[in-house]
């Protein structure tokens, strides 16, 4: 799976192509909105004011809402347990 991160003026969006399910990128940012993640700090997350999935398997995009910048949710994608079983 290959990830681009670009930062926005609203925001970080971010581009997962190949070897992705949609599913996949919805069921991570579910456990991002509910807490039940570790991927990111609890500052980071209050930055995120919105989160949405868009595409279709193989091509997705989440788009992040807020004063996050792109090095914090790279990082944060390197740590998710979705993305990396």
Do not use: Y
């Not at 868009?54 to 390197?78: P, T």
């Amino acid at each position: 799976m290959k990830k681009s991160v670009l930062q926005t003026t609203s925001g970080v969006k971010i581009a997962f192509e190949g070897e992705v399910k949609k599913e996949q990128i919805v069921k991570m940012v579910q456990n991002c909105a509910t807490g039940q993640c570790e991927c990111m700090s609890d500052a980071t997350k209050k930055k995120i004011a919105s989160m949405e999935v868009k595409g279709e398997d193989g091509a997705v995009e989440l788009e992040l809402g807020g004063d996050v910048k792109k090095e914090e949710i790279e990082a944060a994608l390197k740590r998710s347990k979705v993305l990396n079983p």
